[in-house]
């Protein structure tokens, strides 16, 4: 006995989703608030009286009246019940067709492989040949195994750090190596609630302008933040720039007269302690220039990332760096911090975010410096509600996201 609702109430798909296997923050309730420029509905199937599936449903309003459903990483239910698949996306279609939608845009976190980035290969599982079969029974059209990750609305390849007892001891010894150097470089690290949206919020506007790329503002950081409450996190890494100068200053010093002291016999700590010096002078250098910039402020933030708990998941959403201080790595403890906080609050796996297919990005460079797992995902299927528009609408799409890439 399958029945379908979409007047699902936000506190039953929270804790249908928070429960599934497949939980992830996109399907949350909340997510639909962040989402304020798309309409929403939550929608779920009862079998025998009990929730099987549930799918929070984001609504484009498009010219002459139509629509576009989008169900970002969903619907959440157990895809390996073909009649329960079957069910929901035929009612799917038929609530589409009453909000005039064109096609209904789905990226459930199906699994098509999973690896560490040094074993990557292009094997696909059972289950997602299986669920592949059953959604294109229902008429689903699958978007392809795209490695752009450009090319598809959620990254189809996305760099996890799963839970495991001895995490921090099985980083990489570089890793473990720039974690020791932020702290002899006094970065401090605090991790708060929205008292820190606005500091985060200018230094993710430095990362804009550094990349020329366009990512969020306070009053988003802001609306996250309100959203999902103690679940949300900010860290930031701060520095103090007068004990930078001081310290830096008392280095040099002291070098300096370790360099006059030594024997001329001693050539290779000579030239050792040379680099040294060099290296001190332009640190000097570079935080006298910094100081005298802001004008007498001490404290400033160099670095920092928010994210997002949902249930046994966390999402690492947003982060900024302070490009001056580049060379103090305070995203190696940022993000060693943050993941810590996860797994000792109950989380099974942190989503660094997505990466290209290929691999070879500098996104997937840095993202392994963590012994994250590579998640590959099954990709975007369309479900056609208006069989004699999608095509075109279709092609539009793609030509808006394409124009929209290249500006």
């Known amino acids: ?16 989703v928070k429960a599934h296997p497949l939980c992830n923050l996109l399907q949350s309730s909340s997510w639909a608030d962040i989402k304020s420029n798309w309409d929403h509905c939550y929608t779920g199937v009862k079998k025998d009286g009990c929730l099987a599936a549930t799918a929070m449903v984001l609504i484009k309003r498009l010219p002459l009246g139509f629509t576009l459903f989008y169900i970002p990483r969903g619907p959440i239910m157990d895809y390996k019940d073909q009649a329960l698949t079957a069910f929901m996306l035929k009612e799917l279609k038929k609530l589409g067709k009453k909000h005039h939608c064109l096609y209904i845009k789905i990226d459930p976190y199906i699994l098509k492989n999973q690896y560490r980035i040094e074993e990557a290969n292009e094997s696909i599982n059972d289950e997602c040949k299986q ?71 200018q230094v993710v506007a430095k990362t804009e ?7 969020r503002n306070e009053e988003y950081f802001q609306k996250l933040m309100n959203a999902y409450g103690d679940d949300a996190k900010i860290l930031l890494a701060k520095v103090n720039v007068k004990q930078l100068v001081d310290t830096t200053q008392t280095s040099l010093e002291t070098m300096t007269q370790e360099y006059n002291d030594l024997p001329e016999n001693q050539v290779k700590k000579r030239r050792r302690l040379e680099e040294q010096l ?52 305070p995203q190696y403890s940022i993000y060693v911090k943050q993941m810590n906080w996860a797994f000792e609050n109950g989380c099974h796996w942190c989503n660094m975010g997505g990466v290209e297919g290929t691999l070879d990005d500098g996104l997937t460079k840095f993202k392994a410096n ?31 996201k394409k124009m929209k890439v290249k500006a």
């Open 278 to 329: 060099s290296s001190l002078r332009k640190d000097l250098s570079e935080y006298t220039e910094i100081a005298a910039a802001v004008e007498g402020q001490s404290e400033m933030v160099i670095a920092g990332c928010l994210s997002v708990k949902y249930g046994p998941t966390m999402e690492m959403l947003y982060a900024g760096m302070d490009e001056r201080f580049k060379k103090f790595m």
């Open 209 to 215: 302008n550094r990349k020329k790329i366009a990512l």
């Open 1 to 16: 006995m399958l029945e379908f609702t979409d007047q699902l109430s936000r506190e039953e798909n929270d804790e249908f």
């Open 370 to 400: 963590f012994n994250p797992t590579i998640d590959e995902t099954i990709g975007e299927f369309d479900l056609p509600v208006n069989k004699s528009l999608y095509k075109a609408s279709e092609m539009a799409y793609k030509l808006r």
């Open 131 to 201: 669920v592949m079969n059953s959604l294109r029974a229902c008429g689903a059209i699958h978007q392809g195994f795209t490695k752009d990750i450009m090319s598809t609305i959620q990254p189809r390849y996305q760099a996890n750090v799963y839970a495991a007892d001895n995490f921090e001891e099985n980083l990489p010894r570089h890793t473990k190596r720039l974690m020791k150097d932020a702290l002899k470089r006094h970065v401090q690290l605090i991790m708060g609630g929205s008292e820190l949206v606005k500091e985060f919020a």
